[in-house]
Every structure is written in C-alpha cells, then in structure tokens.
C-alpha cells in the first residue's frame, strides 16, 4: 500500500514538472510572439507614414522659353544667367492656365502651386538645351509640399486643405479634373540634399555622409581591433598590466555613446583643431566608440579556435607567428569579420556623438571627401523629426526606411560572409 501511494506521489509530481514546462514553453512563446507583434506594429507605423514620400506630386504646366521675358539675351552670359528671372516662366504659364486670375493676391496664391525650384530647374533644362528657346513645350513640374500634401491626402479620402486657400482648392479641382495633376516616382528624395522646402529635400547628402563615415570608422577601428585582439588572445604575458586593459576595454564597451562624442570634441575639434562636422572627425569619434566591440569580438573568434590547431602546427615546427597567421587567423577571420560588420552598424546608427561634433549643422551640398561639410542619416532624421513642417513627417519616415534597410543589408552581409567563409574542423 506503502508503494502504491509513493508511485502516486511520483505519478502527481511528474504531472506538476510537466505542466509547469509546459507553462514555461508558452510564457517564451507568448514573449516571443509579443515581441514579433510589437516589431510588426513599428514596421507597419514607419512604412504607412514614409511610404508616401517615394512619390510627389508634379502639376503639368505649358511653358515658353522665352528669353525676353526672364531678362536674358545672351545665353553665354554668366551674370545674366545668375541674376535672370526663371521663375516668371512657371508663373506665365500657371497665368496661361488660369487665365480668369487677375489680382495681385490670386496670383501670390495661384504661383504658389509650384515648388519655388521650378525656375531653377526650367533655367537647367534650357542650359543643357539651347534649342528651347523660343519653343513651347508641356512638362511636368514639382509641386509645392502643401499641395503634395493636399493631393495625397485627397486621394486616401480625407483631404487635409488647412493650409491652402478657397482659391487653391479651387485651381487643384480644376486640375485634377483636367488630369494635370499626377504622382510620380520621387527621385529627387535619393538624388538631392537637404532643403528646408519638404518637396526639394533627400537623403543623399546625409546618406553620402554616412557612407564616408563609416569608410573612416572601418579603416581605422577593424585593422587597430584586430591587431589587438590578436596580441592581447596569443602574445601577451598575463601579468596585471593586460588584466587591467581587458578590465578597461570591456569598461569601454558599455560606455554611453555621448561621452566618445564630448572626447571627440575636446581632442579633436578643441586641441588638433580638424574640421567640425566633417566624416572624418566624425569616423574618428565612432572608430574610439566601436573599438571595443571589433577588440572583444575579434578575441572570442580566436578564441572559438581550437587548441589542437595551435599543438598540430607547433608539432610541425611552426613558430608562434607562423601559427597565429597561417592557422588561427584564417579560422577566426570569419567571426572577426562578423563582429566588425556588427560594429559598423552599431556607427551607422549613432546619433549622440555626432551631433556633440557638429554634424547636426544644415548641410545642403553633397559631400564629396572626408573633409568636407556633411551629416549622417540619424541627424538627418533627427532634424527633420523636428521641423514643423507637416510634410516632412513622410520624409522622416522615409529615411528611418532607408536606414533599416542599411542596417538590414550590412547585417545580412555579416550573416553571409560567416557562412561563406567559416571553415568545419
């Protein structure tokens, strides 16, 4: 009897262990599945608010190239070039198209239909073609970002017309009635800088900024943290000296970000006075921040590394750096190659050290060295998350998109250069 209630007993508890694993499967379940729901969530948030800048509205407009009237006679002439009046051919031709507008209040209102780069692109298409003058052709033109905005919202249903005048939605209704009115592909959101105009506005400054950057980052912290994590894992004597760098460097890691930006600023810009907000103090700053992930990485990949390779190649008669450069490395390379490629992400998307060395600064022209003016994608981000302007809500988004895909691929190439380079033994 004695036995039989022992083996209930052992019957019960088993059931309790099993239920409470059961449980505890469903709690990592449910967590995981929370946080794919909460990912999912930001995901959907970003891309149906930033989905709508990869298109903008363009008004379709009659445009005669006429010299005479934006005061050039000599297309040959500089000054007249750069003091000419291209705009009065977009406003002729919106004249020409609402020819019942006759005020001088109607027409600041009718003029700004249009993006204030109109003349500026009309003065390049006659640049680049002599032939136009004199000749009238239909093009399709950059609409101002209220109307962009006008546009977008009325096609999802609910026009936002706050901003525009009685007049304005007037003009628009007659335009989209008469299809002069359209969406296209916005290429200038990835082929112009910043402006503080919503509709002129890209990301390939900042995104020209980041690239160089982080080409500064990764020349200075990859060769500098391999090297020392090759001394620090196979020639250096374990004495107090390296237990206090290992301390420091792992000191280094959990950091905050900010304070590698204030060293940046008071060495670099204060003391060797380099350019501010420049890619190359910038990759030094983030070189200083990311050193102590490429060094820590870099010394488990050796470590992965087998002592049986070590004794075979000693066996044999190698001598130490023989064994490190022959044996170890080609076998740790790809974790080393891993853990930089995470650390270069890690640069990509910092934003606090960076704006400590000015490169929050409004950069409009597109860098082309490590010495010139730029910023990165995150202040880009940054700033126009801060500015009033409603259509740069969808240019926000657009660039946080842009950046994700960055730090999607730059992960994706670390995944695959593991695989492709990871030798079994």
């Known amino acids: ?12 508890s088993l059931k309790k262990r099993y239920r409470a694993e059961l449980r505890f499967r469903w709690y990592g379940r449910l967590a995981v599945g929370f946080a794919m729901l909460c990912l999912l969530a930001l995901f959907t948030d970003i ?118 005048t009685e007049n304005q939605i007037a003009w628009l209704t007659q335009l989209v009635a008469d299809q002069k009115l359209n969406l296209q592909f916005n290429t200038r959101f990835f082929t112009g800088g910043d402006s503080r105009e919503p509709e002129q506005a890209g990301v390939r400054g900042a995104l020209m900024g980041s690239l160089l950057t982080l080409a500064v980052t990764f020349l ?83 470590k992965a590394v087998p002592p049986s390779i070590r004794e075979a190649a000693i066996g044999l008669g190698a001598s130490q750096q023989q064994v490190v450069w022959h044996h170890v490395l080609p076998l740790a390379m790809p974790g080393m190659l891993t853990g930089g490629i995470i650390g270069m992400a890690q640069a990509l998307g910092e934003t606090a050290p960076l704006l400590m060395i000015g490169m929050v600064a409004f950069i409009v022209d597109i860098p082309n060295g490590v010495t010139d003016p730029a910023t990165v ?24 998109m842009v950046l994700l895909a960055f730090l999607i691929l730059m992960n994706a190439a670390a995944i695959y250069l593991r695989k492709r380079l990871e030798k079994r033994w």
Do not use: H
């Open 1 to 12: 009897m004695t036995d039989f209630n022992q083996a209930e007993r052992i019957q019960q």
């Open 47 to 164: 891309i149906s608010k930033g989905i709508g800048a990869f298109r903008t509205t363009a008004i379709s407009l009659e445009v005669t190239y006429d010299l005479e009237q934006v005061g050039v006679t000599d297309l040959a002439n500089k000054d007249e070039l750069l003091y000419a009046d291209w705009d009065a051919l977009s406003k002729q031709a919106l004249r020409n198209q609402f020819p019942e507008v006759t005020g001088r209040k109607d027409k600041r209102e009718l003029y700004r239909l249009v993006s204030n780069a109109t003349g500026f692109e009309l003065s390049k298409a006659l640049k680049a073609n002599p032939d136009l003058v004199g000749k009238t052709e239909q093009i399709w033109v950059l609409a101002d970002d209220d109307i962009d905005t006008w546009y977008k919202s009325w096609l999802a249903g609910n026009p936002y017309e706050e901003r525009l």
């Open 220 to 302: 200075l912290s990859f060769p500098i943290g391999i090297a020392s994590a090759i001394y620090l894992e196979e020639f250096a004597p374990k004495n107090r000296l390296t237990d206090f760098i290992e301390v420091n460097i792992n000191n280094l890691a959990a950091v905050p970000s900010i304070i590698f930006g204030l060293l940046g600023l008071a060495i670099f810009i204060n003391f060797f006075e380099l350019p501010r907000s420049a890619p190359l103090i910038g990759g030094l700053v983030l070189s200083l921040m990311t050193l102590p992930t490429v060094i820590i990485t870099s010394r488990a990949a050796i």
């Open 377 to 400: 994608l995150p202040v880009q981000i940054f700033l126009w998350a801060d500015s009033p302007e409603r259509a740069f809500v969808e240019k926000t988004s657009a660039a946080i």
